[in-house]
Protein backbone atom coordinates (compact mmCIF):
# COMPACT_ATOMS: atom_id res chain seq x y z
CA UNK A 1 0.00 0.00 0.00
CA UNK A 2 1.04 3.39 -1.14
CA UNK A 3 2.00 5.51 1.52
CA UNK A 4 -0.31 9.11 1.97
CA UNK A 5 2.33 12.49 1.09
CA UNK A 6 1.18 14.52 3.94
CA UNK A 7 0.44 18.11 3.02
CA UNK A 8 -0.17 20.62 6.27
CA UNK A 9 -1.51 23.85 5.44
CA UNK A 10 -0.97 26.84 8.39
CA UNK A 11 -3.74 29.22 7.91
CA UNK A 12 -7.41 28.87 7.09
CA UNK A 13 -8.25 31.77 5.47
CA UNK A 14 -8.99 32.42 1.91
CA UNK A 15 -5.62 31.79 0.42
CA UNK A 16 -5.29 29.00 3.14
CA UNK A 17 -9.03 26.77 2.55
CA UNK A 18 -8.21 27.33 -1.14
CA UNK A 19 -4.87 25.83 -1.60
CA UNK A 20 -6.13 22.92 0.73
CA UNK A 21 -9.21 22.10 -1.51
CA UNK A 22 -7.06 22.13 -4.47
CA UNK A 23 -4.92 19.80 -2.91
CA UNK A 24 -7.17 16.95 -2.66
CA UNK A 25 -7.31 16.33 -6.79
CA UNK A 26 -4.81 13.69 -5.87
CA UNK A 27 -5.66 10.21 -3.79
CA UNK A 28 -2.48 9.81 -2.58
CA UNK A 29 -2.31 13.55 -0.94
CA UNK A 30 -3.33 14.06 2.66
CA UNK A 31 -4.28 17.79 3.43
CA UNK A 32 -4.24 19.00 7.50
CA UNK A 33 -5.29 22.65 7.41
CA UNK A 34 -4.08 24.04 11.00
CA UNK A 35 -5.83 27.03 12.09
CA UNK A 36 -6.85 29.06 15.66
CA UNK A 37 -10.74 28.90 14.63
CA UNK A 38 -13.40 26.07 14.28
CA UNK A 39 -15.35 28.78 12.28
CA UNK A 40 -14.25 30.33 8.90
CA UNK A 41 -13.84 33.92 9.32
CA UNK A 42 -15.21 36.46 6.17
CA UNK A 43 -12.37 38.55 6.50
CA UNK A 44 -14.23 40.93 4.10
CA UNK A 45 -16.90 41.62 6.50
CA UNK A 46 -15.48 42.41 9.69
CA UNK A 47 -16.57 45.85 9.68
CA UNK A 48 -20.12 44.60 9.36
CA UNK A 49 -19.90 42.77 12.29
CA UNK A 50 -18.70 45.73 14.08
CA UNK A 51 -21.79 47.39 12.48
CA UNK A 52 -24.29 44.45 13.72
CA UNK A 53 -24.94 43.83 9.72
CA UNK A 54 -22.94 40.56 9.34
CA UNK A 55 -21.27 37.99 11.71
CA UNK A 56 -18.37 37.52 9.20
CA UNK A 57 -18.19 33.89 10.25
CA UNK A 58 -19.37 30.30 8.51
CA UNK A 59 -18.45 26.79 9.34
CA UNK A 60 -16.28 25.04 7.59
CA UNK A 61 -18.01 22.29 6.23
CA UNK A 62 -19.28 25.54 3.57
CA UNK A 63 -15.83 25.54 2.39
CA UNK A 64 -13.56 23.30 3.02
CA UNK A 65 -13.53 20.00 1.14
CA UNK A 66 -14.34 16.42 3.24
CA UNK A 67 -11.07 15.14 2.75
CA UNK A 68 -8.90 18.25 4.62
CA UNK A 69 -8.20 17.60 8.31
CA UNK A 70 -9.10 20.32 10.44
CA UNK A 71 -6.80 20.64 13.24
CA UNK A 72 -7.85 23.61 15.75
CA UNK A 73 -4.70 25.00 16.83
CA UNK A 74 -1.96 27.68 16.50
CA UNK A 75 1.32 27.45 14.68
CA UNK A 76 3.88 28.97 16.97
CA UNK A 77 7.08 27.14 14.74
CA UNK A 78 7.72 25.41 11.91
CA UNK A 79 10.58 23.18 12.20
CA UNK A 80 12.21 23.35 8.86
CA UNK A 81 14.92 20.90 9.02
CA UNK A 82 12.50 18.17 11.32
CA UNK A 83 9.27 18.90 8.58
CA UNK A 84 7.17 19.65 11.36
CA UNK A 85 4.71 22.79 12.77
CA UNK A 86 4.60 22.98 16.64
CA UNK A 87 1.97 23.40 18.07
CA UNK A 88 0.48 25.88 20.86
CA UNK A 89 -1.06 22.91 22.39
CA UNK A 90 2.63 20.87 22.91
CA UNK A 91 1.77 19.00 20.26
CA UNK A 92 2.90 18.82 16.46
CA UNK A 93 1.73 17.88 12.86
CA UNK A 94 4.57 16.16 10.45
CA UNK A 95 4.43 17.71 6.92
CA UNK A 96 6.58 16.44 3.38
CA UNK A 97 5.21 19.53 2.25
CA UNK A 98 4.08 22.88 3.95
CA UNK A 99 1.98 25.69 2.80
CA UNK A 100 2.11 28.83 4.49
CA UNK A 101 -1.15 30.98 4.62
CA UNK A 102 -1.50 32.93 8.01
CA UNK A 103 -2.66 35.42 6.43
CA UNK A 104 -1.74 39.28 7.96
CA UNK A 105 -2.46 41.59 11.09
CA UNK A 106 -2.61 45.22 12.32
CA UNK A 107 0.33 47.56 12.52
CA UNK A 108 0.47 49.94 14.54
CA UNK A 109 4.26 51.07 13.24
CA UNK A 110 5.43 52.11 16.69
CA UNK A 111 2.58 54.74 17.48
CA UNK A 112 2.88 55.22 20.92
CA UNK A 113 -0.31 54.42 22.64
CA UNK A 114 -1.52 52.94 19.37
CA UNK A 115 -1.09 49.34 20.70
CA UNK A 116 -2.48 50.11 24.28
CA UNK A 117 -5.68 52.71 23.45
CA UNK A 118 -6.70 51.91 20.07
CA UNK A 119 -8.84 48.99 18.99
CA UNK A 120 -8.68 46.81 15.55
CA UNK A 121 -10.74 45.02 13.11
CA UNK A 122 -8.15 43.34 12.03
CA UNK A 123 -9.36 40.08 13.66
CA UNK A 124 -12.35 38.08 14.24
CA UNK A 125 -11.60 39.05 17.81
CA UNK A 126 -10.49 42.54 17.64
CA UNK A 127 -14.07 42.83 15.83
CA UNK A 128 -16.32 41.21 18.35
CA UNK A 129 -14.42 43.23 21.41
CA UNK A 130 -14.81 46.57 19.32
CA UNK A 131 -18.22 46.23 18.94
CA UNK A 132 -18.92 45.20 22.69
CA UNK A 133 -17.03 48.51 22.85
CA UNK A 134 -19.10 50.84 20.55
CA UNK A 135 -22.35 48.89 21.40
CA UNK A 136 -21.47 50.15 25.40
CA UNK A 137 -20.53 54.05 23.81
CA UNK A 138 -23.22 57.03 24.45
CA UNK A 139 -24.12 57.37 20.75
CA UNK A 140 -22.85 61.04 20.33
CA UNK A 141 -19.65 60.19 21.56
CA UNK A 142 -16.73 60.76 19.48
CA UNK A 143 -15.44 57.89 17.36
CA UNK A 144 -11.74 58.20 15.34
CA UNK A 145 -11.11 55.75 12.45
CA UNK A 146 -7.41 55.79 12.07
CA UNK A 147 -6.11 54.82 8.37
CA UNK A 148 -7.69 55.96 4.85
CA UNK A 149 -7.69 52.53 2.83
CA UNK A 150 -10.73 50.76 2.23
CA UNK A 151 -10.64 49.25 5.78
CA UNK A 152 -10.36 52.53 7.31
CA UNK A 153 -13.33 53.35 4.61
CA UNK A 154 -15.45 50.53 5.35
CA UNK A 155 -15.08 50.92 9.03
CA UNK A 156 -15.77 54.76 9.15
CA UNK A 157 -18.75 54.40 6.81
CA UNK A 158 -20.57 51.31 8.57
CA UNK A 159 -20.58 53.01 12.12
CA UNK A 160 -21.53 56.71 10.44
CA UNK A 161 -24.87 54.80 8.99
CA UNK A 162 -25.55 53.96 12.45
CA UNK A 163 -25.22 57.29 13.61
CA UNK A 164 -21.93 57.95 15.01
CA UNK A 165 -19.96 60.37 15.11
CA UNK A 166 -16.97 59.60 12.92
CA UNK A 167 -13.77 61.07 12.57
CA UNK A 168 -11.69 59.37 9.55
CA UNK A 169 -8.04 60.45 9.89
CA UNK A 170 -6.11 59.42 6.87
CA UNK A 171 -2.69 59.74 7.75
CA UNK A 172 -1.91 60.98 4.28
CA UNK A 173 -4.33 60.57 1.36
CA UNK A 174 -7.69 59.29 1.50
CA UNK A 175 -8.08 56.12 -0.50
CA UNK A 176 -4.39 55.93 -1.80
CA UNK A 177 -5.31 53.07 -4.06
CA UNK A 178 -7.85 54.75 -5.91
CA UNK A 179 -8.13 56.83 -9.05
CA UNK A 180 -8.83 60.26 -8.07
CA UNK A 181 -12.08 60.57 -9.74
CA UNK A 182 -12.93 57.30 -7.85
CA UNK A 183 -11.41 58.98 -4.52
CA UNK A 184 -13.98 61.91 -5.28
CA UNK A 185 -16.99 59.36 -5.41
CA UNK A 186 -15.85 57.67 -2.05
CA UNK A 187 -15.27 61.38 -0.32
CA UNK A 188 -19.04 62.20 -1.75
CA UNK A 189 -20.11 59.46 -0.27
CA UNK A 190 -18.38 59.59 3.43
CA UNK A 191 -19.50 63.35 3.15
CA UNK A 192 -23.43 61.46 2.80
CA UNK A 193 -22.75 59.89 6.33
CA UNK A 194 -21.47 62.79 8.08
CA UNK A 195 -17.90 61.39 8.10
CA UNK A 196 -15.48 64.30 9.04
CA UNK A 197 -12.46 63.14 6.90
CA UNK A 198 -9.26 64.71 7.71
CA UNK A 199 -6.20 63.99 5.02
CA UNK A 200 -3.21 65.57 3.78
CA UNK A 201 0.35 65.01 5.33
CA UNK A 202 -0.47 66.79 8.64
CA UNK A 203 -2.95 63.99 9.78
CA UNK A 204 -0.95 61.48 10.56
CA UNK A 205 -0.59 60.19 14.05
CA UNK A 206 1.74 61.29 16.62
CA UNK A 207 0.36 59.80 19.47
CA UNK A 208 -2.82 57.76 20.76
CA UNK A 209 -4.28 57.97 24.18
CA UNK A 210 -7.47 56.76 26.20
CA UNK A 211 -9.45 59.87 25.39
CA UNK A 212 -7.74 61.69 22.73
CA UNK A 213 -5.61 61.46 18.97
CA UNK A 214 -2.53 63.65 18.89
CA UNK A 215 -1.84 64.42 14.84
CA UNK A 216 1.93 65.26 13.73
CA UNK A 217 0.73 68.76 12.87
CA UNK A 218 -0.36 69.44 16.85
CA UNK A 219 -3.99 68.93 16.17
CA UNK A 220 -5.40 67.07 18.93
CA UNK A 221 -8.58 64.90 18.45
CA UNK A 222 -11.08 64.21 20.89
CA UNK A 223 -11.32 60.57 20.93
CA UNK A 224 -14.01 58.23 23.25
CA UNK A 225 -13.78 54.97 20.96
CA UNK A 226 -10.25 54.88 18.45
CA UNK A 227 -10.17 52.23 15.97
CA UNK A 228 -6.82 51.76 14.40
CA UNK A 229 -6.83 50.15 10.81
CA UNK A 230 -3.65 52.21 9.30
CA UNK A 231 -1.70 49.45 7.86
CA UNK A 232 -0.81 45.60 7.74
CA UNK A 233 1.89 43.19 8.64
CA UNK A 234 2.25 39.55 8.07
CA UNK A 235 2.55 37.28 11.01
CA UNK A 236 6.24 36.64 12.73
CA UNK A 237 6.25 32.93 12.33
CA UNK A 238 8.14 32.15 9.52
CA UNK A 239 10.85 34.93 10.83
CA UNK A 240 10.77 33.08 14.27
CA UNK A 241 11.28 29.80 13.02
CA UNK A 242 14.37 30.86 11.29
CA UNK A 243 12.90 31.08 7.48
CA UNK A 244 13.84 34.24 5.23
CA UNK A 245 11.16 37.39 5.48
CA UNK A 246 10.43 40.92 3.76
CA UNK A 247 10.68 43.87 5.74
CA UNK A 248 6.77 43.48 7.20
CA UNK A 249 7.10 39.77 7.63
CA UNK A 250 6.26 37.89 4.56
CA UNK A 251 7.68 34.83 3.67
CA UNK A 252 10.60 35.79 1.04
CA UNK A 253 9.91 33.28 -2.04
CA UNK A 254 10.52 32.50 -5.90
CA UNK A 255 8.02 32.75 -8.58
CA UNK A 256 6.88 29.59 -8.22
CA UNK A 257 5.76 30.73 -4.75
CA UNK A 258 8.20 28.00 -2.89
CA UNK A 259 10.64 29.71 -0.08
CA UNK A 260 14.17 30.61 -0.96
CA UNK A 261 15.07 28.98 1.66
CA UNK A 262 13.17 25.61 1.29
CA UNK A 263 11.53 23.86 -1.65
CA UNK A 264 8.94 22.09 0.68
CA UNK A 265 7.92 24.85 1.74
CA UNK A 266 5.08 27.50 -0.20
CA UNK A 267 3.72 30.64 0.69
CA UNK A 268 0.90 32.39 -0.33
CA UNK A 269 -1.96 35.21 0.35
CA UNK A 270 -0.84 38.22 2.33
CA UNK A 271 2.02 35.93 3.92
CA UNK A 272 3.95 35.49 0.52
CA UNK A 273 6.39 38.21 -0.92
CA UNK A 274 7.57 36.31 -4.89
CA UNK A 275 10.70 37.91 -5.35
CA UNK A 276 10.39 40.26 -2.73
CA UNK A 277 7.54 42.29 -5.29
CA UNK A 278 4.24 41.28 -3.27
CA UNK A 279 0.95 41.32 -4.63
CA UNK A 280 -1.35 44.62 -2.25
CA UNK A 281 -2.91 42.51 0.28
CA UNK A 282 -6.33 41.82 -0.56
CA UNK A 283 -8.83 38.87 -1.17
CA UNK A 284 -8.65 39.01 -4.58
CA UNK A 285 -5.12 38.40 -4.61
CA UNK A 286 -5.72 35.15 -2.13
CA UNK A 287 -7.39 33.31 -3.81
CA UNK A 288 -5.32 33.04 -7.28
CA UNK A 289 -2.30 32.84 -5.28
CA UNK A 290 -4.24 29.79 -2.74
CA UNK A 291 -4.54 27.84 -6.22
CA UNK A 292 -1.05 28.69 -7.71
CA UNK A 293 0.38 27.44 -4.24
CA UNK A 294 -1.46 24.24 -4.43
CA UNK A 295 -0.28 23.67 -7.82
CA UNK A 296 3.24 24.20 -7.28
CA UNK A 297 3.33 21.25 -4.31
CA UNK A 298 1.45 18.97 -6.86
CA UNK A 299 3.77 19.52 -9.52
CA UNK A 300 7.03 19.51 -7.30
CA UNK A 301 5.14 15.94 -5.84
CA UNK A 302 4.69 14.76 -9.47
CA UNK A 303 8.43 15.67 -9.86
CA UNK A 304 7.20 18.25 -12.44
CA UNK A 305 8.87 21.98 -12.64
CA UNK A 306 6.51 24.49 -11.17
CA UNK A 307 4.86 27.29 -13.41
CA UNK A 308 5.75 30.95 -12.28
CA UNK A 309 2.87 32.91 -11.00
CA UNK A 310 1.74 35.65 -13.58
CA UNK A 311 -1.81 36.35 -12.43
CA UNK A 312 -2.88 39.51 -11.65
CA UNK A 313 -5.56 41.85 -9.98
CA UNK A 314 -7.78 44.24 -11.57
CA UNK A 315 -10.18 45.74 -9.40
CA UNK A 316 -10.86 46.93 -5.66
CA UNK A 317 -14.22 47.46 -3.79
CA UNK A 318 -15.17 49.73 -1.19
CA UNK A 319 -18.38 49.64 0.68
CA UNK A 320 -20.12 52.64 2.07
CA UNK A 321 -22.59 51.67 4.61
CA UNK A 322 -25.45 49.29 3.68
CA UNK A 323 -26.43 51.33 0.19
CA UNK A 324 -23.84 52.17 -1.77
CA UNK A 325 -20.41 51.57 -2.64
CA UNK A 326 -17.35 51.93 -5.26
CA UNK A 327 -16.36 49.67 -7.46
CA UNK A 328 -13.01 50.87 -8.63
CA UNK A 329 -11.65 49.32 -11.77
CA UNK A 330 -7.85 48.70 -12.38
CA UNK A 331 -5.52 47.65 -15.31
CA UNK A 332 -4.34 44.17 -14.87
CA UNK A 333 -1.04 45.13 -13.01
CA UNK A 334 -3.82 46.64 -10.30
CA UNK A 335 -3.00 50.30 -11.36
CA UNK A 336 -6.13 52.18 -10.47
CA UNK A 337 -8.13 53.46 -13.51
CA UNK A 338 -10.77 56.37 -14.39
CA UNK A 339 -13.36 53.96 -14.80
CA UNK A 340 -15.32 53.18 -11.62
CA UNK A 341 -19.08 52.61 -10.41
CA UNK A 342 -20.35 54.59 -8.00
CA UNK A 343 -23.33 54.57 -5.77
CA UNK A 344 -25.97 51.60 -5.09
CA UNK A 345 -25.00 49.80 -7.74
CA UNK A 346 -21.41 50.10 -6.39
CA UNK A 347 -22.91 48.21 -3.32
CA UNK A 348 -24.51 45.77 -5.56
CA UNK A 349 -20.78 44.55 -7.02
CA UNK A 350 -19.58 45.42 -3.86
CA UNK A 351 -21.59 42.43 -1.81
CA UNK A 352 -21.14 40.51 -4.97
CA UNK A 353 -17.42 40.59 -4.70
CA UNK A 354 -17.90 39.37 -0.58
CA UNK A 355 -20.22 36.11 -1.62
CA UNK A 356 -17.93 35.23 -4.65
CA UNK A 357 -14.74 34.19 -2.97
CA UNK A 358 -17.15 32.02 -0.77
CA UNK A 359 -18.86 30.50 -3.58
CA UNK A 360 -15.56 29.84 -5.54
CA UNK A 361 -13.72 27.97 -2.66
CA UNK A 362 -17.41 25.97 -2.07
CA UNK A 363 -16.98 24.86 -5.92
CA UNK A 364 -13.09 24.18 -5.32
CA UNK A 365 -14.05 21.99 -1.98
CA UNK A 366 -16.44 20.02 -4.38
CA UNK A 367 -14.61 19.78 -7.83
CA UNK A 368 -10.76 20.29 -6.75
CA UNK A 369 -8.97 21.70 -9.82
CA UNK A 370 -11.89 23.57 -11.16
CA UNK A 371 -10.45 27.33 -9.86
CA UNK A 372 -9.55 29.53 -12.79
CA UNK A 373 -8.17 32.95 -12.83
CA UNK A 374 -7.93 34.29 -16.69
CA UNK A 375 -6.21 37.99 -15.60
CA UNK A 376 -1.98 37.73 -16.69
CA UNK A 377 -0.16 40.89 -15.67
CA UNK A 378 2.65 41.29 -18.03
CA UNK A 379 3.93 44.04 -16.36
CA UNK A 380 4.54 41.65 -13.70
CA UNK A 381 6.22 39.04 -15.67
CA UNK A 382 8.40 41.68 -17.54
CA UNK A 383 9.61 43.39 -14.41
CA UNK A 384 10.98 39.76 -12.76
CA UNK A 385 12.27 39.21 -16.08
CA UNK A 386 13.92 42.29 -16.04
CA UNK A 387 15.36 41.89 -12.80
CA UNK A 388 16.64 38.09 -13.29
CA UNK A 389 18.73 39.62 -16.24
CA UNK A 390 20.47 42.20 -14.16
CA UNK A 391 21.05 39.54 -11.51
CA UNK A 392 18.26 41.22 -8.50
CA UNK A 393 15.48 38.33 -8.13
CA UNK A 394 16.56 35.11 -6.30
CA UNK A 395 15.86 31.75 -8.35
CA UNK A 396 15.86 28.71 -7.25
CA UNK A 397 17.97 26.01 -9.06
CA UNK A 398 15.36 23.06 -9.60
CA UNK A 399 17.32 19.49 -9.63
Known amino acids: MTESINVVVIGGGYSGVMAANRLTQRADVAVTLINPRADFVERVRLHQLVGHTHDAVRDFRDVLAERVRLVVDAAT?????????????GGAVAYDYLVYAVGSESASAGVPGAAEFAHTTASLEGARELRAVVDRTPAAAPITVVGGGPLGIETAAELAERGRAVTLVCGGQLGPYLHPSGRRS????????????????????????????????????ASTVTIWTAGFAASDLAARSGLSVDAV???????????????RIVGTGDAVSP?????????QAALPLGSHAADTVLSRIAGDRPAEFTRGIAAMCVSLGRGAGVFQV?????????LHVPGRLGAVLKEAACTSPIDQLAKESRKPGSHSWIVRDSRRVGRVAAQRAAGLVIAREEG
Do not use: N, Q, Y
Open 275 to 283: SGMPLRMSC
Open 186 to 221: VAAGLATLGVRVLDGPGTKVAEVTHESVRLVDGREL
Open 249 to 263: GRLLADETLTSIDDE
Open 330 to 338: ARFDDTAIR
Open 77 to 89: RIDAAGRAVELAS
